[in-house]
């Protein structure tokens, strides 16, 4: 076998090595929130499509092609990922015939596209049904043809275009590049730029309109560097200690000295490519991680870098030279696969889980139940997954409190049950209109945080008069919280929620904030269901006299029997300290279920 038999054969086993961690774990997560946008979107025709993404922040060229996509291979998640998956296996050749263009040593042209392939930020988003694999694809493709300035290269441009707003850097980079290497064709270059430009043309109005999105917030400029080079070489949150990220920094720097040994410009073309798209995201103020994601096309080149780097120190004169090899080699696959096993598993990285949601709201099959969505845009991947049952409300769709009050006194006549799904509240409801009614006018049974979502479970509406049990109270918690009256459901059917309504005064200002508790508990005394409430206002809020009506309640979701149900207070910031009672208990018993 020929040393390019060799080489063939091991890259062949580098694309069937990234093909694996792309589709492997494919539709472990659920779709969440643009995604869900992503596969509700390309359902549409074409023109629907069209007039739909004038108003986005994408262009169209994506969703077109899922469109298609989807068609031939189904609408699972694992089907409508893959164009993510296909985009992202087809950029490791490419970045072999990167390297081979820029430098043009066989291991580099080996080394460089195995460094994408295990790359974790290449590998999650090329598990992910949106747009960002086909940027860099497009970018890389582009840049593999720019001094042959042909038509392909003014299709790759237009197609750029119209795939993500963020491509005019791409050809601002190009133009770089032309003058500092291939200057006698810039005037040709230019005037394939001006087609795809007068291509675009038509999109141009679109694009301006979806530029106007919000900034990211101020970042100091190191911190923005430190974050974006962590997750270009390690993704997410696989480095704790950032400082160990000068290993691959260092390798990059000593790959663009050993490239400029052969040709400066060579070197000085990768190191452009790698760094005018992170200069950009600050120009542009872009610098929040969800935009790191962006300048995934800076992979390739950084890769080409390191890779020569690494290529450097093994073949080094000194023998210390090759040991450092060893070390940062296998620091690279050492964070490498621990990241990619993070995304994967950890579930601080998980997608936000709409399917678990759906399934549950499926699973209880409350007869008379309707989910809220506190977020309109939630629409799409919510119903991706919940196409039957409980009617859905999105709320609010007017910037009217008046009307969006109206709308959940309806809802609420109608229903008994009320799934409720709270995510970007600071941009959807920031005045908590939808958050505050429930909470005053239903009771919230559960609460947890699914992903960026909070997930509450709230009761509506009172038992019959035989089924509920009112309570006149004077017990006092800690010499702070006077328990007045208990208003509770004393017999309820398995899988309801048990109904709490509990009206405290204060008798002195509490100096800390504390959380109710309703714990429901067997005849043995082991917790069974609980309920955890911090009152609005908290209690460091609440004066002397001052009197609070708290709606709460604990899903019965326990085989019949003898239950009972516990009350108390706990300090917000240490739940083990707990107000007492003055028999020197810390619980009220209130009533058998």
């Known amino acids: 076998m020929t040393k390019r038999d060799r080489t063939r054969w091991l890259l062949v086993a580098i694309v069937l090595l990234a093909t694996w961690l792309r589709f492997h774990n494919l539709d472990l997560h659920s779709f969440w929130n643009d995604e869900g946008n992503s596969a509700r979107l390309s359902e549409r025709t074409i023109r629907l499509i069209i007039e739909g993404t004038a108003s986005d922040v994408h262009p169209p060229l994506y969703y077109l092609i899922l469109r298609g996509w989807r068609v031939f291979v ?106 500092l290497k291939y200057r006698t064709h810039f005037i040709r270059w230019l005037a394939l730029v001006i087609g795809a430009c007068l291509l675009y043309l ?157 399934a549950q709201i499926a699973a209880d099959n409350h007869p008379n139940a309707a989910v809220i969505l506190n977020a309109p845009n939630q629409w799409e991947v919510f119903t991706y997954y919940h196409q039957e049952g409980a009617p859905v409300y999105p709320l609010p769709t007017v910037r009217d409190e008046a009307a969006v009050i109206a709308t959940l006194e309806t809802i609420a006549s109608q229903h008994g049950r009320l799934y409720t799904l709270y995510w970007g509240d600071a941009q959807q409801d920031p005045e908590h209109w939808v958050e505050n009614w429930l909470d005053n006018h239903a009771f919230k049974a559960s609460e947890r945080w699914v992903g960026d979502v909070r997930f509450v479970v709230y009761s509506v509406g009172q038992p019959t008069d035989d089924a509920r049990l009112t309570i006149a109270s004077d017990i006092v918690f800690g010499g702070r919280l006077r328990l007045q009256q208990i208003d509770v459901a004393n017999r309820v059917a398995q899988g309801d929620v048990i109904t709490v309504e509990l009206n405290w005064a204060a008798v ?86």
């Open 202 to 358: 038509p999109w141009l109005p679109s694009m301006l309109n979806g530029m106007g999105g919000n900034r990211g917030a101020p970042v100091i400029a190191w911190l923005y560097l430190v974050g974006v080079w962590q997750f270009l070489l390690t993704g997410f949150g696989a480095v704790s200690v950032r400082e160990w990220l000068l290993v691959p920094l260092a390798l990059l720097l000593i790959g663009g000295l050993s490239i400029a040994r052969g040709d400066w410009r060579n070197a000085a073309v990768l190191q452009i490519a790698a760094g005018v798209p992170l200069i950009a995201l600050v120009v542009l103020g872009a610098t929040d991680a969800a935009f790191y994601k962006f300048v995934l096309l800076c992979v390739p080149p950084l890769m080409v870098l390191v890779a020569a780097g690494w290529h450097t120190l093994w073949h080094g004169r000194l023998k210390f030279e090759r040991v450092l090899a060893v070390l940062m080699g296998g620091w690279l696959l050492w964070h490498s696969g621990t990241a990619i096993n993070q995304q994967w598993h950890d579930p601080a990285l998980a997608r936000d889980d709409y399917r678990s949601m759906a």
């Open 74 to 179: 189904g609408e699972t998640e694992f089907a409508l990922r893959s164009v993510s998956a296909f985009a992202g296996v087809l950029i490791i050749p490419l970045t072999a015939r990167l390297a081979r263009q820029w430098d043009g040593r066989a291991p580099i042209i080996m080394l460089a596209p195995l460094l994408v392939a295990i790359n974790p930020g290449m590998i999650w988003y090329g598990q992910e049904t949106r747009m960002y694999m086909l940027l860099p694809l497009l970018a890389l493709a582009s840049s593999l043809i720019l001094y042959r300035s042909s038509l392909s290269y003014l299709l790759l441009l237009t197609a750029g275009l119209y795939t993500h707003y963020f491509f005019p850097i791409v050809i601002a980079l190009h133009g770089i590049i032309m003058l």
């Open 508 to 593: 002195s200002r509490p100096p800390d904030r504390y959380k109710l508790f309703v714990h429901l508990v067997d005849a043995d005394g082991a917790l069974v269901a609980q309920k955890d409430t911090e009152p609005t206002p908290m209690t460091t809020q609440w004066q002397p006299g001052d009197t609070h009506t708290i709606k709460t309640g604990v899903v019965a979701d326990v085989p019949p029997g003898t239950y009972r149900l516990l009350v108390g207070w706990y300090d917000a910031a240490d739940p083990i300290r707990r107000l007492p009672l003055a028999n020197g208990t810390d619980t009220l018993s209130i009533v058998d279920v």
